[in-house]
C-alpha cells in the first residue's frame, strides 16, 4: 500500500511539473502578444522605451519581453541593459548550438514559434532547458523565454 501510495505521488507531481511548465509556456505566449499589441498601436520605438524602462507590464517573474533585430542585434532587454545593442550570433549555448541563428532563421521562414537550447539559470546557476517563443513584426523578433525544469 506504502509502494501505492508513492507511485500516486510521484506521477502526480511529474503531471503537476508538466502542467507547470505548459502554464510558463502560455506565459511566454502571452507575453509576445502583449507586446506585439502594444507596438500594433504604438510603434517599434515605444515599445523599444518602454522594455528598456523596465515596464512592468513586459516582466512577469522570470518571464520577460525582450526585442532583437532582423541582424540579431538586441534592441530591448528589460533584465540586461548591458545586452542592448550587441549581436551574439556567434556566440553558442552550453551544448554549441548557435540559437540566435534559429531564432533568426524561423523568424525569416514561419514568422513565429519555439526554439530550443540549453543556457545558463541565472536562479539556479545551473545550465537548463531553455525553449524562447518568437514572433517576427517587420523588422524585429519578439521574444519571451522560459525555462523547461519549471
Do not use: C
Amino acid at each position: 500500500m506504502k509502494t501505492i501510495k508513492w507511485l500516486l505521488l510521484f506521477v502526480l507531481s511529474g503531471w503537476l511539473g508538466a502542467a507547470s511548465a505548459a502554464d510558463n509556456r502560455a506565459d511566454a505566449v502571452a507575453m509576445v502578444d502583449k507586446g506585439l499589441a502594444y507596438l500594433q498601436k504604438n510603434g517599434k520605438d515605444a515599445l523599444i522605451k518602454e522594455i528598456n524602462n523596465k515596464n512592468p507590464d513586459f516582466i512577469k517573474g522570470d518571464i520577460y519581453l525582450y526585442v532583437r533585430a532582423m541582424d540579431g542585434a538586441v534592441l530591448a532587454h528589460p533584465v540586461n541593459s548591458k545586452l542592448i545593442g550587441k549581436n551574439m550570433l556567434e556566440l553558442p549555448d552550453a551544448d554549441g548550438k548557435y540559437f540566435r541563428k534559429d531564432i533568426i532563421e524561423m523568424a525569416k521562414t514561419k514568422g513565429k514559434g519555439w526554439v530550443d537550447y540549453r543556457y545558463n539559470n541565472p536562479v539556479s546557476k545551473q545550465i537548463e532547458d531553455k525553449t524562447t517563443y518568437i514572433v517576427r513584426s517587420g523588422d524585429v523578433i519578439l521574444e519571451a523565454g522560459i525555462y523547461k525544469g519549471k
